[in-house]
């Protein structure tokens, strides 16, 4: 979950496999605080809400009123209840921030996930790197022609270059079934209301489409330009892809994304003869925020553009080569 937009929170990630229909949830983690209640007789008692669940206890059960207990390190005592902080206007994620803060910790609910979230993927970047896998991360805005731009791609090089695919939305298979119809292998990952992907959802993803040595994974994050930019999955690249229907100047309205990306590929350049769209303006924006990024200007439609792409993947996929040592033509 994201603390910044509180995305995902109370909704349930699932991973489908189109070919076989098979759809499995993947589990979000939760934060679990401790409370303290001394009961008429002196005795003290320590639990959690998930440990009430686990013990079969019922919400309607639990008095929503019961006070918690905490002693900060100077050694006041606060005694509240849950529904003191919804009167005061605290919302969970603060609340959770309260009981981090009163434990004696710095550390903030943010913070935490994305500790959890990068130790995953630097699994993940292991064993990547172990099996010679080349995995990017295609980023972008909602239509800006991921989907299109990936099914080109396996069309063009599936009898290549091996590519194995993980699609991310928040909800369908359908671009799963788009990328299965290529004879691809592709697994389904659904976040519910969540905005992005995350390493742990890609180590489920890439365990179900086990790929084999030497070859590529695509991972399609959920359309966004915000929220994954944060988080790390583990990917060698990553890919933001703009469409020239966007407008040029998305790399200085959304710099994170574009700072965080190794590469940019410029889609839809067939339709520059109808749209207003300045691509040299474009290209000086998203060199303003990461002077380092390559860029591609490419056609899915028409194929222009498409083999520069192609060779960097080529030279990508070579053994201890970096994305950003491939030699391509960089057609800024």
Not at 22 to 41: A, M, W
Not at 150 to 170: A, F, H, S
Not at 236 to 248: D, M, R, W
Request: hydrophobic share 35%; charged share 20%.
């Amino acid at each position: 979950m994201c603390l910044t937009c509180g995305c995902s929170e109370g909704s349930e990630p699932t991973i489908t496999n189109p070919e076989t229909g098979e759809k499995v949830s993947i589990g979000t983690e939760t934060h679990e605080h401790y409370h303290t209640h001394t009961l008429p007789d002196g005795t003290v008692i320590s639990h959690t809400h998930e440990e009430d669940k686990n013990l079969g206890i019922p919400n309607s059960k639990l008095n929503p009123q019961h006070s918690h207990t905490h002693t900060l390190p100077d050694g006041t005592v606060i005694t509240h209840t849950h529904e003191e902080d919804k009167n005061l206007g605290i919302p969970n994620t603060e609340h959770s921030q309260i009981h981090a803060q009163v434990h004696g910790t710095t550390i903030t609910l943010e913070q935490d996930i994305l500790s959890k979230n990068n130790l995953i993927a630097a699994q993940n970047r292991s064993w990547f790197k172990g099996q010679n896998i080349l995995a990017l991360n295609l980023v972008s805005s909602p239509g800006a022609g991921k989907t299109t731009l990936l099914t080109r791609t396996i069309q063009d090089l599936k009898n290549e270059l091996p590519i194995y695919v993980i699609e991310g939305d928040q909800a369908t298979t359908n671009d799963a079934k788009k990328i299965q119809e290529t004879g691809c292998k592709v697994v389904q990952i659904n976040t519910g209301t969540g905005c992005h992907l995350e390493a742990g959802m890609i180590e489920k993803g890439y365990t179900q489409l086990n790929p084999p040595l030497n070859s590529v994974l695509m991972i399609e994050n959920v359309g966004n330009l915000v929220c994954p930019a944060l988080f790390d999955l583990g990917e060698q690249a990553k890919v933001v892809i703009l469409s020239v229907t966007e407008g040029e100047d998305k790399p200085i309205k959304y710099p994170h994304m574009f700072r965080a990306s190794d590469i940019m590929i410029l889609t839809k350049i067939d339709l520059l003869p109808y749209v207003q769209f300045d691509v040299q303006r474009c290209i000086e924006y998203a060199q303003h925020v990461n002077p380092q990024i390559r860029i591609f200007q490419v056609s899915a439609t028409t194929g222009v553009g498409l083999e520069s792409w192609y060779e960097w993947l080529r030279a990508c996929l070579q053994t201890n080569v970096k994305p950003l040592e491939a030699i391509a033509p960089n057609l800024s």
